[in-house]
Each structure stands twice: as structure tokens, then as C-alpha cells.
């Protein structure tokens, strides 16, 4: 914290203060939505971490919500090139600390959150229910994926030596909390246990499970849960990075 004296002259007189504001650079966190959602869904959690000191950006991937494309139109590679031009516009702004900055990713928001760790530093790394794909068809639109080939690649152990985003996890060197839904019916246990064990190199990770959730999470007590557990998290990480080494 930054502690500067201030004397103000009111009406001739001299008024004594203490400005106290946030050390400069501060960090900065990431939202990445899932498919079918939109930065709506951020936008609360994003307000907690602000109230840390953090800088945060929400975004709307294209296909979705305010902006454009056609969502069955939408590649993998576009989503991708959404998400680094939104982590370029956050890490551009002047308060940022650049060797600060986390993803907060859900679903097919975890998944690209995952890649773009391979694109640009990234320090922290929360990934919530993250979805697996093969990297076949890459190029294929994500709403025409053959969905049995999808849920019968998540169904099967992976590893970083045949998956992009496994890869991805196996090199990265940051702090991460993988958050896995218990009655989760889109991405089952055993592409956690995929995450999980690609995280090798990981500074340190964190993996919970939310009793009862489901993939959506709609249920307000299990979103509680959640947001209770990134928000310690976040602040426990963001504090020992201002504490002094």
C-alpha cells in the first residue's frame, strides 16, 4: 500500500491528510465463459475480486450474447483468438502487473484457458468443470463436433502426449484450482482425473469437489460454494504475491 501526505488549503487554511492507495501494479484476472453462456455469469465474482484490488475483464465470446458471428459457425480457433485479444486488452491497461495476471475459465472457458497458457504468461489458473476435446477438426465448427465422439473421448484417460490442452497443463508452471462437480453430466470423472494428473509441473494446485453440483451449476447454494471457494483462493494467492520474498 502506498502512503503519501497531503495538505490541502481550504479557504486559506491547512487541512493535514494521508492518501493511502493501492501499490502499482496491481493483478489482474481473466473471465472466460462457458459454451451457451455469456460474461453475465462472471460478473459477480468478478465484482469480489475487484474488491481485492484486482483489475478484471468479462467478455462475451463470439456467438454469444453481445457480440458478433454466428454461434454455429464459431471454430475452436476463433474462440481462442477471442480469448488472447481480451487477455491482450486486460493486460494493456496501465494499472496491470503483466507477471499478474490469472484465468478464471468455466467449461469450454476452462478449456480455452488452458490453451492460451501456451500463448501468453499466465500466473494463476482457475478452471471450473474444464471440457475436453480431441484435437481433431479443429478447424470444424464447435456446435458441429460429432458430440458421441466428444463424450466418448472425455470417457477415456488422456494425457499431455496426445491432447493439446493436456499439454498445455503439462507445462504450465502456475498456481491452479481445478473445481469438479460431483453429479457433473457432461464432463466425467475420469477427464478430471485427465487435468488433474497433467498438472505436473503446477507451483501448486488445489481440487475440490462441489457436493450435489451438476455441469450448469444452477442450484444458488452449490454457486455459493463456489464463490466462497475462488474467493479465498484468489485472495490467498493474490496476498502471497505481495508479500515481500
Request: charged fraction near 25%.
Amino acid at each position: 500500500m502506498d502512503e503519501g501526505k497531503v495538505t490541502l488549503d481550504v479557504a486559506g487554511q491547512k487541512v493535514s491528510g494521508t492518501l493511502l492507495q493501492p501499490e502499482a501494479p496491481v493483478p489482474g484476472f481473466l473471465f472466460v465463459h462457458g459454451w451457451g453462456g455469456d460474461q453475465d455469469e462472471d460478473l459477480g465474482q468478478a465484482e469480489e475480486l475487484a474488491r481485492l484490488g484486482c483489475i478484471c475483464f468479462t467478455f462475451d465470446l463470439r456467438g454469444h450474447a453481445g457480440s458478433d458471428a454466428d454461434k454455429d459457425e464459431v471454430t475452436r480457433q476463433n474462440s481462442l483468438d477471442d480469448v488472447l485479444a481480451a487477455y491482450d486488452y486486460l493486460a494493456s491497461q496501465p494499472m496491470i502487473d503483466r507477471a499478474a495476471i490469472g484465468v478464471i475459465g468455466t467449461s469450454y472457458g476452462g478449456y480455452l484457458s488452458t490453451l492460451l497458457t501456451s500463448e501468453r504468461p499466465i500466473r494463476w489458473l482457475a478452471l471450473r468443470v474444464p471440457a475436453l476435446y480431441p484435437d481433431t477438426d479443429w478447424d470444424t465448427p464447435k456446435a458441429k463436433l460429432d458430440k458421441d465422439a466428444v463424450r466418448a473421448y472425455r470417457a477415456q484417460p488422456q494425457t499431455a502426449e496426445n491432447d493439446r490442452a493436456l499439454a498445455a497443463c503439462a507445462a504450465f508452471e502456475g498456481d491452479v484450482l481445478l473445481v469438479e462437480s460431483e453429479r457433473d453430466e457432461q464432463i466425467p470423472r475420469e477427464a478430471m482425473i485427465s487435468f488433474q494428473a497433467a498438472f505436473r509441473r503446477a507451483s501448486s494446485l488445489s481440487h475440490r469437489i462441489i457436493p450435489g453440483a451438476t455441469h450448469a451449476m444452477r442450484d444458488p447454494k452449490h454457486q455459493r460454494i463456489y464463490t466462497n471457494m475462488l474467493l479465498r483462493w484468489t485472495e490467498e494467492m493474490v496476498r502471497a504475491s505481495r508479500s515481500p520474498r
